[in-house]
């Protein structure tokens, strides 16, 4: 099993996840209230327990949603079971195959690009994110910012250029702002909201 999945794993057994709000983040909200991004297929790659992605079927999207940790996606389902939604909650990693129900158009992660700590394998989930997605399709990232300050743990880092590195070959960028994650924590952690659109 790969290092990556069983952090993540862990994180869930131990209950450490401070990224899981119990609700949607503010910043997808807002960026689906600002932009005219159309209804259709979406896709959440790492959705954890599920709470974005019940917000984007209920906003009007039909949502699949990946997960590598099956406890998490676990919770998603008693979640959108419990609310009535009708999403795909599957367990694949995009790294390694396609998703079912692709062309989609609209991507989501919060949490899940920013993970990858080699330039590479960012390079390659933009990429994967792109074969996903219709001809000038969405994609929105929230990610961890570099410039934040701190001295305890948070979310992985990353600075613009790092981001656009990744994803600009595959992506015109439209947005890339500097902001916070919604958080219980205080102060919030600072982050990126990515909004780029298929080339
Ligand atoms: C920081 S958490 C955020 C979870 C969720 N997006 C949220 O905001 O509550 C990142 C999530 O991505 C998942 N993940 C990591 N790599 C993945 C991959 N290749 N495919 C799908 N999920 C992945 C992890 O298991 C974890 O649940």
New binding site residues.
Partial sequence: MDE??RC?EQR?QTGN?P???GRP?FNLRQVLATYDIPRGPAL??????G??AIFLAKSGFDVTA????EM?LEAARKKAKAEGINGRFIL????ETDIEGSPFVFVF????FH?FDMPEKRKRFAQSVARHLVHRGYWLSLLGNADENRQGPG?PQRTACEIVEAVEPFFEIIVLKSGHFDSNLKPPPRNWIMLGRRR
């Fill in positions: 990556r999945k993540f869930y996840m990224w899981d709000i983040d959440e790659i790492g959705c954890g327990t709470d974005n990946t997960e590598i940790v998490a694949q990693d995009i790294l992660d919060r949490g899940c993970s979310p």
